[in-house]
Every structure is written in C-alpha cells, then in structure tokens.
C-alpha cells in the first residue's frame, strides 16, 4: 500500500531564517506530487506540483521554492521566512492525469515564523 | 477560474442531528467534485467523491449530489456522531484546463456535542 510522509510535523523558525520541509511516498511510481498551504481561517491554497524529476510548476508566486531530486521525494523551501509563511503545510500524491483521480495526502508540517 | 464557494462555518449540532453542509462552485468543462475532512490536527481525508452529473458520492453515512444543473454538491448525514467533529472541505478537479490541482473551499468546521 501507498503511503506518504512528511517531516517535521511541526517548526518554530525565526523570521529570515531558511525553511526546508520534506515529503516522501512510498509504493507506488512517477506520482503527480502537490504542496498545499492552510493558513489560519483561510482555505487550502496549491502552492507547488509537480509531474516528474526535476518538473515543478508554480502556482503562486512567493518567496517559497519546490524541488523534486528523486521521483518520490519533494522539498519546499525558503531562503528567508516571512511572517506570513506560518501555515500548516500539505503534501498530496496523485496518479494519473485525469480529473478523477484524487489526491492522497500526508499529515502535515505545522510551521509557525515569530 | 476554477472556485468552490462552502457554507460559513462554524457548524454545531447535538449527536443524532441532521446534517447539511452547501457547496456550490464555479467551473468551466466537466470537473470533478469531492469533499475531505480534516480530523484535529491530522492531514486530509478524502471522504467521497462524485465524478460526473447525477453521480452519488457516499461513505461512513455521508452522501453528495453532483447536481449540475445547479453547480452544487452538498454534503449531507442523516445522524451525526460526536467522532464526525472536524474541518470539511468541498473541492474540484476540473478535466478542462489545468487538471493537475484541486480547487478547495475555505471548509466548514463542524463540532457535534454529546
């Protein structure tokens, strides 16, 4: 069976401080590979996916970053967090392209910037 | 673009109430439409889907409508559990277009007293 992991499940970082989260699936191949942001009151807003190794596209522009080194495996990351990056941060698998196919998600990084 | 529009939270109800909770959206081609919920403080669970007109989505005693006609999908439940307490999000996958991200609502939190 598939599963998804993502680590740390919560962050404390200092304004302007580097960020860097990460996610890995496990059993199953080439998964379509999504980061999502939660801020407080607000919805789940699509940040990052990616199709393939080295494939990311952006949905938001921001000073966040994604990166995909291994076809399981995607990194977020920040070279300086802002006070408005604090969030609860998503990682999502999906197969396939079609509008069907729903997306798997992990646990979720609890990220707060003071 | 692509939205989901859910009712406002917060929603509380007594064990054994019916439930209710409205989603409409706003989408170009033939999306598909789920609901996730989130449990305190876990990720996303997809609770059901429903990927044409007319389709019916159920589990654990929800259902939903895709009622093209009037773009809606609520959710609904006969008889709440105090275990059904948590975050519920109406989303879509539309099949025109981008279809690599789902849109979300902002959710509705519901708490169910014993």
């Known amino acids: 069976s598939q599963t998804i992991h993502q680590w740390p499940a919560t962050l404390v970082q200092p304004v302007g401080s580097p960020l860097s989260l990460e996610c890995t699936v496990e059993?199953?191949?080439?998964?379509?590979l999504y980061w999502y942001r939660q801020a407080a009151g607000r919805g789940l807003q699509l940040l990052f996916y990616s199709v393939g190794i080295g494939q990311i596209s952006s949905e938001v522009p921001q000073n966040l970053s994604a990166s995909r080194p291994q076809d399981r495996q995607f990194i977020l990351s920040s070279k300086k967090l802002l006070l408005s990056d604090s969030g609860f941060y998503l990682c999502a698998w999906s197969l396939g392209l079609a509008a069907y196919n729903e997306q798997f998600f992990g646990p979720g990084t609890r990220l707060t910037v003071l | 673009g692509d939205s989901v529009t859910q009712m406002e939270g917060p929603v509380t109800l007594s064990e054994e109430a019916f439930l209710t909770i409205n989603c409409t959206y706003t989408a170009t081609g033939y999306p598909s439409l789920f609901w996730y919920v989130q449990y305190p403080g876990e990720g996303l669970q997809l609770l059901l889907k429903a990927t044409k007109a007319d389709d019916k989505g159920s589990n654990k005693g929800f259902e939903a409508t895709y009622r093209k006609e009037t773009t809606s999908f609520h959710l609904e439940k006969g008889s709440v559990q105090v275990s059904d307490s948590a975050v519920y999000f109406c989303?879509?996958?539309?099949?025109?277009?981008?279809?690599?991200?789902?849109?979300f609502g902002k959710g509705t939190l519901l708490t169910v007293n014993p």
């Open positions: 989303a879509l996958m539309n099949s025109g277009g981008s279809n690599y991200k789902l849109t």
């Open positions: 059993g199953t191949s080439n998964p379509n």
